[in-house]
């Protein structure tokens, strides 16, 4: 009886835990924005973020028409895979704000498959809208690698295939 009582908890607990870990989190929405963003999917970069999304990116401000026009001229020239190591997170109701370090890989076509590395400091803003989270606002610094704390583990994140 015991042993059935155990295997019992144990597919609950297993259940639980996986309907649980499947469950968007609000860094996952900024996870897809970047993972839209190395696919050149405008309706992706558009479902993540609000209508009044606003994006600080080094020392200028972009809005999503802005990063549309971007993402279609860039279509085709390059390759990205996105890094992501997150620093801290705060959710004050329908509000959170994430700090994270941002990590890129980038093929270029246009120069004999050159490869380059990339890293931003990034914060990010997202409200909760009918039960789903989206970007308000996303500010991105340009971060030397040296300047990155050697304890930063970045982990890929792919996206949905």
């Not at 085709?76 to 370090?101: A, C, L, P, T």
């Not at 997202?126 to 991105?140: A, G």
Request: proline residues 2%; hydrophobic residues 40%.
């Amino acid at each position: 009886m015991r042993i059935v009582q155990h295997l019992t908890f144990l597919l609950i607990l297993s259940v639980s835990f996986n309907s649980h870990s499947n469950q968007d989190t609000p860094f996952k929405v900024v996870q897809d924005f970047f993972a839209a963003t190395s696919a050149f999917d405008v309706k992706g970069l558009r479902a993540a973020c609000t209508e009044d999304f606003q994006l600080l990116e080094i020392d200028e401000l972009w809005d999503m028409d802005f990063l549309v026009k971007l993402t279609k001229r860039s279509e085709g020239k390059f390759q990205r895979r996105n890094f992501f190591s997150v620093i801290k997170q705060e959710m004050k109701g329908d509000m959170v704000w994430i700090s994270y370090w941002n990590k890129a890989e980038f093929v270029d076509y246009g120069e004999v498959n050159k490869k380059n590395e990339a890293f931003w400091l990034e914060s990010v803003v997202l409200i909760r809208k009918n039960n789903e989270w989206k970007i308000q606002m996303l500010h991105s610094s340009r971060a030397k690698p040296e300047k990155i704390p050697q304890d930063v583990v970045f982990e890929e994140y792919v996206g949905k295939s």
